[in-house]
């Protein structure tokens, strides 16, 4: 008889073959932890209703991302709740209600069962917390020493009321630039969480959904030209994302970063900048001057957004520049890194 996956305790080449062990393992961890209605019939594909998404909105998003770090388990979430909020906030940045999710496992030959589960069942509660569903999903195990313990791809679905639009190509010069909180919390947890630093601080990841969040902020400010999630590259990326798309220049000031201490020490040892470490529940905006106060003071009333604050402006032009007005009052170019910095942070 072919063991299930309760009697084993590591994942084996069975368990990706299509016979009963796969079955097993389907059933025993993903089926048993998501639990959703379009899951459970165990069909090969999702069956969504159209009536429900037209209600919501005028334009459908769709978005896909691969997750894979080390380690898998760190102070504040784990590959799997990284993959859902990663997705979720990439729905949400482009003023899109999420919905549904997919989810697919690539799964290495070995990887402890107990592992997995954790993994599974963070994913389910970062559902859950969201309010999204995970429809519909894949397992593939790959050879021992062909892998890296575990790879999870997500794609997601969500609905644009009609009326948002928010895009990077949007940005005007005037606006005000506007972060939702602590830079590069995400990064340094990492670095710490490899032992890669000899420190004593704790630090933890921002891994969190930010959609709750986006939804007051477009309530409080329908008009918001763009926004992304800082994600691989930090708020740098993105704010020379914003400039090159919109044919505007961007100005940082530097005395109005918010980093944390215990982040900024880990700067300083590495000769780092935290604008371009990444975190995975921080978010950038770029709004009218008009409205960015008010909505920095709504933003500071939600839990993902408490050090919400103005960090720049939009320039006209010359176009794709991104520079910071230092604390001694000078400018320096804020300019990408070139080649890896931070290996595998999400």
């Known amino acids: 008889m072919t063991p299930t996956i309760t009697d084993q305790t590591r994942i084996t080449m069975a368990h990706g073959a299509g016979g009963r062990a796969m079955r097993s393992l389907i059933e025993s961890v993903f089926i048993e932890a998501f639990g959703s209605t379009e899951l459970a019939r165990m069909e090969d594909q999702a069956r969504l209703d159209m009536a429900r998404l037209a209600a919501q909105g005028d334009r459908l998003a769709f978005t896909t991302d691969s997750y894979v770090i080390d380690p898998l388990e760190f102070p504040g979430g784990n590959v799997g709740t990284l993959a859902v909020n990663g997705t979720l906030n990439?729905?949400?940045?482009?003023?899109?209600?999420?919905?549904?999710?997919?989810?697919?496992?690539?799964?290495?030959?070995?990887?402890?069962?107990?592992?997995?589960?954790?993994?599974?069942?963070?994913?389910?509660?970062?559902?859950?917390?969201?309010?999204?569903?995970?429809?519909?999903?894949?397992?593939?195990?790959?050879?021992?020493?062909?892998?890296?313990?575990?790879?999870?791809?997500?794609?997601?679905?969500?609905?644009?009321?009609?009326?948002?639009?928010?895009?990077?190509?949007?940005?005007?010069?005037?606006?005000?630039?506007?972060?939702?909180?602590?830079?590069?919390?995400?990064?340094?947890?990492?670095?710490?969480?490899?032992?890669?630093?000899?420190?004593?601080?704790?630090?933890?990841?921002?891994?969190?959904?930010?959609?709750?969040?986006?939804?007051?902020?477009?309530?409080?400010?329908?008009?918001?030209?763009?926004?992304?999630?800082?994600?691989?590259?930090?708020?740098?990326?993105?704010?020379?994302?914003?400039?090159?798309?919109?044919?505007?220049?961007?100005?940082?000031?530097?005395?109005?970063?918010?980093?944390?201490?215990?982040?900024?020490?880990?700067?300083?040892?590495?000769?780092?900048d935290a604008l371009h470490f990444a975190n995975e529940g921080k978010l950038v905006a770029v709004v009218p001057a008009a409205q960015a106060d008010g909505l920095v003071a709504r933003m500071q009333q939600h839990p993902a957004g408490l050090d919400a604050c103005i960090i720049g402006e939009i320039l006209d032009g010359p176009g794709g520049r991104v520079q910071v007005r230092t604390l001694m009052g000078g400018e320096r170019l804020l300019d990408l890194p070139v080649g890896e910095m931070l290996p595998r942070i999400c």
């Open 90 to 272: 990439d729905l949400a940045v482009g003023g899109a209600r999420p919905l549904y999710l997919s989810c697919a496992f690539i799964i290495e030959e070995g990887l402890e069962v107990a592992l997995l589960r954790r993994v599974v069942h963070a994913m389910r509660d970062a559902a859950q917390e969201a309010g999204v569903s995970i429809v519909t999903g894949d397992t593939k195990v790959v050879p021992h020493g062909k892998g890296d313990k575990l790879f999870i791809n997500t794609s997601g679905i969500g609905v644009i009321p009609k009326g948002i639009e928010v895009a990077a190509s949007r940005c005007q010069p005037g606006d005000r630039i506007i972060v939702s909180g602590t830079l590069g919390d995400h990064g340094a947890a990492i670095l710490q969480a490899r032992g890669d630093l000899a420190l004593d601080a704790e630090l933890r990841s921002d891994c969190r959904s930010l959609h709750g969040l986006i939804e007051l902020m477009l309530d409080q400010c329908p008009e918001i030209r763009a926004m992304r999630d800082a994600t691989r590259g930090g708020v740098a990326a993105i704010l020379h994302e914003f400039a090159e798309a919109s044919g505007c220049a961007v100005r940082l000031f530097e005395d109005q970063l918010p980093v944390k201490p215990e982040v900024r020490g880990v700067c300083e040892i590495l000769g780092l």
